[in-house]
């Protein structure tokens, strides 16, 4: 009971502080003087990020401010650490987010891509270290200037995909050209995976991450370089051929291309290259069966449908000509052909998919996922011909410690502690592409067990 008083009053005490200026003002310049960082979204991915970020507290004698939607969902993460002050926060709030913004060094943000800006704006007004796991959008671009001027850093794409992708694979470009040598084709590969342990249905697949973005992968089509000639591919035919590649340790995976790859040849200085293509990756069932869910139109998120008296069966009906003795069993497993009601919430036909993905394929409490990444170099040093695969995988611990949260999340927070200790002195608007950002981050990565394995033929 004493412990649970106790908490009780350090917690009133830090909310006082926090949000309430007038009151307690020999504490609020007390915990003034702490280093602070500041993290919006406490969500899936967040779980390993919030737990790296508590223990860097404890040695360091920082505070972490974490704002979600949802206070009880951070709640749920911080377990009343001392060093945490768990907030219930609307995004939107402009009042609320700037005054938190302001108490930080550096902001975290794990928020849906299209709130990104909100939070950076406040950043660049009071001069605040921004870092996300998000593709850099051209709202982000048009700040770099300003960035520069102030002297502050955004770090973005720093994740698992994007993110660990950039580091590694820059840091074996920057190894193979400081040889004299010329990288010819490269390949980067990753996917989000359920452990071999824990695959027990058709699909070899469960959702460990955002499952909109499961149902909608690939929908922009894919843009690459491929033995010279330049390909764009339709979202209708991205999944019509499923590539296999060896993985060290794994075995046979398939992969299909992942956006624009063309964007990142600049990036990566391989404009000699006579191939350049990043992929996801997933089991050959998976994409087999998938390209018939989008040839059927039941990805569809642009459409609106009358949920009111349909049912999967009628909703899945364009499936039908798709189905084989071979395949039934993959599509009666996630519920396709069942006579119950979908969702009456469900507003499009991507709604409806994404209700069956996450009944059918939900990871139970003690299941692990699985993060494979590997990339595949071809150069030539000397005139000599040579093949480097660079190989990671990382499995989960649990449904909420996942390969995924732990991916995602640990690049984001080593950057964080680096910037606070001054060790990561880089302004202006970055990805981890530069030896100043990734060669640290690698170097703490592999302290938490994110290791690459590198092999040369």
Known sequence: MFRVILQGLIELKQALVFTHPGICP?????????????????????????????RQSEKEDWRIIIADAVKERVEEKTKQHPKSVALGLDITDDKLRRQYIQEADVVISMMPPALHYL????CVQ?????????????????LAPTLREKGIL????????????????????????????????????????????????????????????????GAAGAEYKEEKNLKKIAYSQIFNQANQVMVPGLGMLAFYPNRDSLAYIPIYGLQDADTFMRT????????HEWNHIVQAHLTDDTRGIDSLNLSFEKWSAPILPFITNENKDMFQFLGFFETSQVPGQAKTSADILQFLLESRLAMQPLDKDMIVMLHEFEYEINRVSRHLQSSLIVKGKDALHTAMAKTVGLPLGIAATL?????????????????????????????????FTETTI
């Open 154 to 217: 955004f770090l973005c794409e720093m994740g698992l995909d994007p993110g660990i992708d950039h580091m590694s694979a820059m840091k074996i470009i920057d190894e193979i050209k400081s040889n004299g040598g010329i990288v010819k084709s490269f390949k980067s590969h990753c996917g989000g995976l359920v452990s071999p342990e824990s695959d027990d249905n058709p699909w070899h697949y469960k959702i460990s991450w955002n499952p909109r973005n499961v149902v909608l992968a």
């Open 419 to 451: 910037i606070l200790k001054g060790k990561l002195n880089v302004t202006g608007l970055h990805i981890p592409i530069i030896k100043e950002i990734y060669e640290p981050v690698l170097k703490s990565l592999e302290m938490e067990g994110i290791q």
């Open 280 to 287: 996801t990756l997933r089991y050959p069932a998976f994409i």
């Open 119 to 122: 939070i950076a704006r406040d």
């Open 126 to 142: 009071y001069g605040r270290h921004l870092l996300t796991a998000s593709y850099v959008d051209e709202q982000i671009k048009e």
């Open 26 to 54: 020999n504490l609020q310049k007390k915990y003034a003087l702490l280093k602070t960082i500041l993290l919006f979204g406490a969500g899936k991915s967040a779980t390993v990020l919030i737990e790296f970020l508590l």
